[in-house]
């Protein structure tokens, strides 16, 4: 799946570049040339398309060979993708806002990003400088945070996830009524857009702003082998006191299954396991009284209006994540599938070893155990000695 | 009974009969059915294996092929319908109208009809079944004599009897989950899962290594047995398989001093 994901916007990028390479150049040209004459910014729409990078960082990390091996032995890429980046949710974000601790060309390593700092932005709602703050904020109270958590559970510190341990991929998709569009702004979805909102990138940016919270940006085995990264790992399981390998439990239901045959509808992880209608970073454990998979709250995460809407509330009972090699905390399944197994192997190894004779009877067709009388048997001697 | 006589001749060849139009039709709904609930339901099944992707998607894959595993079955469970309407038309039209006509119309005289038909398992399937390892053990040179239905067919006969009563209802609950859930709890679905499945998987390895080694693979069948086509059995595989049968047959046609031996 990350493999065609990754062709896929290799091939998006490589298109658009194509399309807009010609178009940037001269761009950038006159940008640097106006720049000169200090008239750059009167020209708004080329000093917007220049302002993603101010400090021209793209200059060394276009070469899409740019990288080198860490000190934990790593392969480290550090190639952008400009036409990429400008797709994304960070395009209008300078790179020194969030790299911020870079001071001089060329730099050292730069150190890892921190997403709760404040960038140049303005949130438009309130006319504060924009930060992930409060997402932050959400999930340290989380499961996946460290807050509030006894000295036991944040013995490890490194296993909770990281901002950018799930958000590693940008994906867009476009509303899917808008046919036959592939990952991108749809134009027509634009067109609508644009008649008054003519001025800059407004449009575009607004829209992705909107759409890309509208619609699920990964499909549902993705999700799935995200969380699997972690929640895979039995040593990670046992280190924290997890129950069994839940990511194979998952793939073993209609779910899993669903996912795994590429259903958009297919639910993930995330479907179940956060509150509905609540925020994604605010996963609780399954003891807390929050968390959706409570048992007080199964059944509404269940019966939530895109899913199990007509259901009855024993539909609870259901057991996700069985473990069929478990007798004690799934005696149902175990036993049952004892059963099936048995009478599988009864019958069949009943008539295979009928089948088994057969063959052999016909193979050897004059052999026999039966005794043949004494008078008999000389007779047969003698007419065999006299022929 | 005059359209299908009991012994047709074709080339100077003699041939008994076995399956009328309607059980040939029957059977055929049954083996496309279950084939095609096979293709579509296995890949699910062994969703981790290298073919199930490619065989998924032939048949329909996550968005089609759900719908033709449903309707499928539900052909499956009305030809399960049919078939027993059927067989219950036949047993009050032939026996119970004969008993009617004959006045000896009674509790004890319909049981015994019942168990006189031809499918239900008897004692004399219990003594072929040892007449048959007694031969296939080399204690005996005879063949067991099978009567119209031998004990082996007896079973291919009520697989699908036990089968499909498991695997169609579970099947339903399984499409019908919102709506089971109101009557029982959520756990009997994980059950109805199991049940689905691993007898699905019986199934279908029976009638791939059991009964396609009877009808296929076998020296005496290969390539393929075409009585389920003729409704026909040849001679030669009357004498093979229902000795008894063919005896009673050809008496009852006069043709008593036509009867070849059977020798093993």
Known sequence: MNIDINNRLHSVCRDRWRSTAPVCMIRGLLCCLLMFCGFGLFLSDAYAAAAADELNCVLCHKYRGLSRIDEAGDFRLYYINKGLFNKGPHKRVQCKDCHADIDKIPHDPAEKVDCTIQCHLTEPSGNEKFTHKPVAEVLAKSVHGTVDKGEEDVQYPEDYPYCTDCHDQPLYRPLSFFKGQAAGVSERGLSRCKTCHQTGDFAEDFYNHVTSRLQKMRVSSEIVKLCAKCHGDEEFQERHGLQGNVVASYWETFHGKAAYFGSDEAPDCIDCHVVYGENVHSIAGRASRASATHEANVSATCRASECHADAGEQIAGYQVHTDYGDPDKYPLQYYMLKFFKYLMAGVLYFFITIIFLELLRRLFPDFSFIKQPEEKRQSTISTAAKQ | ?264
Do not use: C
Not at chain 2, 3 to 31: C, D, M, T
Not at chain 2, 182 to 208: C, K, Q, R, S, W
């Open chain 2, 1 to 264: 009974m005059q359209r299908y006589p009991k012994i047709a001749l074709r080339n100077g060849k003699r041939y008994f009969f076995r399956f009328s139009q309607v059980q040939r039709i029957q059977h055929i709904v049954l083996f496309s059915t279950v084939i095609t609930l096979a293709l579509t339901g296995f890949p699910l099944r062994y969703y981790d294996q290298p073919w199930a992707k490619p065989l998924y998607e032939f048949v329909g894959g996550i968005e089609i092929a759900p719908w033709i595993h449903r309707i499928t079955g539900l052909i499956l469970l009305g030809l399960f319908v049919f078939h027993t309407g059927y067989w219950i038309y036949l047993f009050f039209k032939n026996r119970v109208g004969r008993l009617i006509r004959e006045k000896t119309l009674s509790v004890g005289n319909v049981i015994r009809e019942f168990f006189s038909m031809e499918m239900i398992p008897n004692r004399k399937d219990f003594f072929d079944l040892i007449d048959m390892f007694k031969y296939l053990l080399y204690f005996s040179n005879r063949r067991p004599h099978y009567d119209r239905m031998s004990w082996k067919e007896k079973f291919d006969y009520f697989a699908p009897y036990w089968g499909i009563p498991i695997l169609g209802p579970a099947g339903a609950a399984l499409w019908f989950r919102d709506e089971i859930t109101h009557y029982v709890p959520g756990i009997v679905l994980n059950a109805f899962y199991i049940m689905h499945t691993d007898e699905a998987l019986l199934a279908a390895l029976f009638l791939f290594f059991v009964h396609w080694y009877n009808v296929h693979y076998s020296p005496e069948k290969f390539p393929m047995a075409t009585v389920f086509l003729t409704g026909y059995l040849s001679e030669e595989e009357m004498i093979h398989e229902h000795y008894d049968e063919y005896e009673r047959i050809m008496k009852e046609e006069g043709l008593e001093l036509e009867i070849i031996p059977q020798n093993h």
